[in-house]
T-cell receptor, first 113, second 115 residues
Framework: DAKTTQPTSMDCAEGRAANLPCNHS???????VYWYRQIHSQGPQYIIH???NNETNEMASLIITEDRKSSTLILPHATLRDTAVYYC??????????????FGRGTQLTVWP | GAGVSQSPSNKVTEKGKDVELRCDPI?????LYWYRQSLGQGLEFLIY????????KSGLPSDRFSAERTGGSVSTLTIQRTQQEDSAVYLC?????????????FGPGTRLTVT
């Protein structure tokens, strides 16, 4: 699976949009981009995933560049409860690879009042 | 509905003892995963079950680690002759068996401390 690069930490004011970048320059055509987050002392929580088109759900939006070498997770109106470590993961969804998630160090997002 | 549950939530054991960690996945989820997270580190994949079989156990760090799943439901991760470096939070996740859904649902984890 392709490697991802994320900033170690970011801050965001409550109520503002949080934009979390991720580089995945070695991504291949059949690899999906996944985002999870982990609030302190909890298990990771799925947020969103996409292949090439931008995606939106009730939690966030995922913007993937046309060349697919980077993506941005957008939390449109960050709250204090969004403070967490955010993981960007690139993965192939087929066969025996339909399983493991490779979690890097992620980005520690701190939302301040 | 009920999420993934794990027990115990905390386990303190002496070096050299064996421990068993339990995972109850969400009902109907056929895929089950074990990960571990050492202090300040990201998650490390251990093993993946599809039903009762484990097509990917490549993440198990040594032969002291084993896991089984019975009845396509509950899974047990066993660590024999525990070492201090085994101290970590052990997380279990399950996934629904739908082609359009690949998100994994994580349990709260078991914090293992080897003294």
């Amino acid at each position: 699976d392709a490697k991802t690069t994320q900033p170690t930490s970011m801050d965001c004011a409550e109520g503002r949009a949080a934009n979390l970048p991720c580089n995945h320059s070695t991504i291949s055509g059949n690899e999906y981009v996944y985002w999870y987050r982990q609030i302190h002392s909890q298990g990771p929580q799925y947020i969103i995933h996409g292949l090439k088109n931008n995606e939106t759900n009730e939690m966030a939006s995922l913007i993937i560049t046309e060349d697919r070498k980077s993506s941005t997770l957008i939390l449109p109106h960050a709250t204090l409860r969004d403070t967490a470590v955010y993981y960007c993961i690139v993965r192939v969804d087929r066969g025996s690879a339909l399983g493991r998630l490779y979690f890097g160090r992620g980005t520690q997002l701190t939302v301040w009042p | 509905g009920a999420g993934v549950s794990q027990s115990p939530s905390n386990k303190v054991t002496e070096k050299g003892k064996d421990v068993e960690l339990r995972c109850d996945p969400i009902s109907g989820h056929t895929a089950l995963y074990w990960y571990r997270q050492s202090l300040g580190q990201g998650l490390e994949f251990l093993i993946y079950f599809q039903g009762n079989s484990a097509p990917d156990k490549s993440g198990l760090p040594s032969d002291r680690f084993s896991a089984e799943r019975t009845g396509g439901s509950v899974s047990t991760l066993t660590i024999q002759r525990t070492q201090q470096e085994d101290s970590a939070v052990y997380l279990c996740a399950s996934r629904p068996d739908r082609d359009s859904s690949y998100e994994q649902y994580f349990g709260p984890g078991t914090r293992l401390t080897v003294t």
